[in-house]
């Protein structure tokens, strides 16, 4: 656009808050009422989404973007098979659905029966399928809806064979799922307290409790199992063992895997819950159990992870090791079909090993070139299983794998319009800010000329030890075929290299996130790929938070940034919904050594008028009850009034939509479609014609 935009006036308070002597202003404080209750957020709402999307709908190629996503996206999507008692149960999306479908086979090679649809829920698509749990002999399917995106949950049962949706309703639930007895009679879950009024989109989440429901009866008669008053930050979740003898009732403070853990015996409906190991120094998860004997993933002397055996007899002193440390973080694991399966990383790439219960190895699953692979989801007797590939360039594939032998058999491929030949996918090694080496994967275009001027969009995340993979995405398959290069590091506060590397993105060490990567964006320039006109980045939620905090950082480095769903506010963010779990990556204001730290990234505290900042378009959406809206609600309206720049700087306010989980298919196309028009702009890229008319 040649005329300069004018945003929409947003007024100031005078909000100033001290912490440990130091004043920090905070003049768009309103900006946090939650938008369904206050009318002048609401106004400002329209009124910014008013310009926005004026902006958005004049780009050139944005219709031809979305009429070429439409047509890519039309394609089957399936889930891996889990087996459920006698029958086999996935999820079918026949291309455009808003939402995936549940389906029912009885073998392999009989035609699927429909299970549950979520599309009939609503006409928008906006509720959503976000869980299921089987009883033991499959009658019963207990499962949750979403409405709006939200974290909250309402669960429903399900008698299968009838399809009939029974009368139970239970609410105040988020996170998790639910875990029916062998009898079939009811199931555990956890809760919050009911909330008051209108405050369930933003008050804090605390006073976790573990609950019993029978079938049949309201859930006002459901009797409380465990609970820890004293303890209202504790967050609780229950689980019955495969054998259906115990009940394993975890304990957790914040987002990592330390954890307490505790067992009850079902058979002693009186008997209280042992403490099997009670600190918040590891990870404590049971992966599986032989009578008394349990078998847990744990970090406890062994930072990237390893499998030992308990005898819930004797307690923590009978310990033994059953699968070492390896050199390879392990990200997971779990026994199925009289195998401990191990699911390691090895230079961010996937390896699964198997070992029998005593810790000998048995075999390796190798994958076919740089992707991610997964799955491998059994019971203890099941002899066979399923796992998934894909990459870059490569549609999901599902495949059968038979325990026994080891054999692998494609059980069904995507058919999606993309030729892998065309693209290229590697993964290089560059040289952080302190000297660390930080992988990161790039795919592009074979024969890319490295002339400076190749739009490159590099997206990241550095948090919460999440491990960044490379994965099959339509989205980036555009991007590709318009030209762009799409990188993604691996840097510092993910789970990559086990837990050093997370902790050393976290609390007083977050800045490492940024530098590394601020690094792959001078790396890219510095190897020929890019400059910084034609530079974009991208991340949603902590990756949020990354892109504000960088693009704040170093503005001249970037030509445009794409936050979503943003952590812009690092000193109020534990004040709200689960915010207060985070304080374990980022820290609290209450040290006063982590204040300064977090003061000093904060993205809507350090923007400072006067500098020109990149183009920017800020997502966010109305009903994210887990990072609130008014974190990018005030970052962006202090970004206009900060901005010196001629590079728009928008934000776009989704509603009925919430952190990104069970987001309508039509309402992520058109996110996509106008975030892909507006970094064509701004980074000066040609859509093909071809791909439809204006």
Known sequence: MAEPLTYPRTRTVDQVDIYHGIEVADPYRWLENDVRTDDEVADWVRRQNEVTDAYLRALPGRDRIRSRLLRLWDYERRSAPSKVADYYVFSRNDGLQNQSVLYLQQALDTEP?????????????????????FSEDGRYMAFAKSTGGSDWREWYVMEVDSRRTL??????????????????????????PEVEGEAEYQSLNRNSSLWYHRLGTPQAEDVLVYRTPEHPDWNLHGGVTEDGRYLLIYISIGTDDRNQLLVKDLHEPYGMPVGLFGDFENEWSVIGNDGTWFYLKTDHEAARGRVVRVDLRVGRESMLEVVPEAAAPLRGAGITGNLIVCSYLRDVLPLVRMFHLDGSHVRDVEFPGIGSGGGFGGRWKQTETFYSYSSFDTPPSIFRYDMITGASQLHWRAEVQVDPERYEVKQVFYTSKDGTRIPMFLTHRKGLELDGRTPVLVYGYGGFNASMT??????????????????????????????????????????????????????????????????????????????????????ELFKAALPAVGVMDMLRFHQFTAGRYWTDDYGSVEDPEEFRVLNGYSPYHNLKPGVAYPATLVTTADTDDRVVPGHSFKFAARLQACHAGAEPVLIRIETDAGHGAGKPTEKVIELYADQWAFLADRLGMTVPREWGEE
Request: aromatic residues 12%.
């Open 113 to 133: 029966e429909l299970l549950l649809d979520p599309n009939e829920w609503s006409a928008d698509g906006t509720v959503a399928l976000a869980g299921t749990s």
């Open 167 to 192: 009368p139970d309703h239970l609410r105040w639930i988020k996170w998790g799922s639910v875990s029916w007895t062998h009898d079939g009679r009811g199931f555990f879950y956890s809760r919050f």
């Open 470 to 555: 490379p994965g099959f995405s339509v989205t980036r398959l555009v991007w590709l075929e318009m030209g762009g290069v799409f990188a993604m590091p691996n840097i510092r506060g993910g789970g990559e290299y086990g837990q050093a590397w997370h902790k050393a993105g976290t609390k007083l060490q977050k800045q490492n996130v940024f530098d590394d990567f601020i690094a792959a964006g001078e790396w890219l320039i510095a190897e020929g790929y890019t400059s910084p006109d034609k530079l974009a980045i991208q991340g949603g939620s902590n990756g949020g938070l990354l892109v504000g905090a960088c693009m704040v950082q170093r503005p």
